[in-house]
DNA sequence: CTTGAAGTTCCAGTAACTGGAGCCATTTAG
DNA sequence: CTAAATGGCTCCAGTTACTGGAACTTCAAG
């Protein structure tokens, strides 16, 4: 498929998918005129890495990400130790944003008249899923 | 406090601190010295920031969330919407993080003994939340 | 065969940092 | 008190991850 099919399958613009392709995360076939033709793999790798740039993962991360699953030169246990320590970053952003929509849920609720909010939220917000002090 | 103290609390490096000055996202006090000087107020906006910031928000979006809670001359019901706009936003969020979440935790699971993972697994990962097809 | 949408490359610009040079202020060791 | 280390300051250049625009080609419809 040309790349605008994947560019609205994957809801990346033409503009990025060319840019990944520059920067090797994809290398879609060519067509005999020229254009770019895109298969079913590549456009789930173009998805894969549409959510995770959204999500806050870096250009790198995510090479690492796609990586779990296609490297198969890998050993078994590396992979298993890169799924392991991914998979807690995630929980970890989960929490945050969990802590995130409690805060907003909540002035959204005391928003709820026309009174302005004079916020003690705000010391719920900036505590967060703070460390505990200490450093790393 | 100092450029560092606020640093090192807020999980911020000094030059992105500064950064977000030039921005105008914080304005903190200056010391006679001609240092910055941070109050705890100041903190709790960076910390926050840093928090967004990891979680995939834009500066923009960023600069709307931290209007939120302190603009209070914007009409309450304005305040209210925004919320649940970012909310609901959020909650997209949580949802791909979790499937991400599962899709690796599957694959750690299957790379248990040392077998290749031959992966029927990117298809889930591709899927994620994908809309029905059809388009906005 | 023309018109327009969609593709191509290339180059320049933007957003959000990040590193480094060069200089002043503060703390700490001798 | 002086010297060195540490941390702050500004400014400017570089990086990452796109994004927009110019100039050209290709394809599908009328």
């Given at each position: 498929?040309?790349?605008?099919?994947?560019?609205?399958?994957s809801?990346?613009?033409p503009?990025?998918?060319?840019?990944y392709?520059?920067?090797?995360?994809i290398?879609?076939?060519?067509?005999?005129?020229?254009y770019?033709?895109?298969?079913?793999?590549d456009?789930?790798?173009?998805?894969?890495?549409q959510?995770?740039?959204?999500l806050?993962?870096?250009?790198?991360?995510?090479?690492?990400?796609?990586?779990l699953?296609?490297?198969?030169?890998?050993?078994s246990h590396?992979?298993?130790?890169?799924?392991?320590?991914?998979?807690?970053e995630?929980d970890?952003?989960?929490?945050?944003?969990?802590?995130?929509?409690h805060?907003?849920?909540?002035?959204?609720e005391?928003?709820?008249?026309?009174?302005k909010?004079?916020?003690?939220?705000?010391?719920?917000l900036?505590?967060?899923?703070?460390?505990?002090r200490g450093?790393?």
């Amino acid at each position: 498929m040309n790349i605008g099919q994947a560019a609205s399958l994957s809801q990346l613009p033409p503009k990025t998918i060319r840019y990944y392709e520059e920067i090797e995360l994809i290398n879609p076939a060519r067509a005999e005129n020229g254009y770019r033709d895109y298969s079913d793999g590549d456009v789930h790798r173009l998805r894969f890495l549409q959510r995770a740039r959204g999500l806050g993962f870096s250009i790198t991360e995510c090479r690492l990400l796609l990586s779990l699953y296609e490297d198969k030169d890998r050993a078994s246990h590396d992979v298993k130790a890169m799924a392991l320590d991914k998979i807690s970053e995630i929980d970890r952003k989960i929490n945050e944003l969990n802590s995130l929509k409690h805060t907003l849920s909540t002035l959204a609720e005391h928003c709820n008249g026309d009174n302005k909010p004079d916020c003690p939220i705000i010391e719920d917000l900036a505590r967060g899923s703070q460390e505990p002090r200490g450093g790393p």
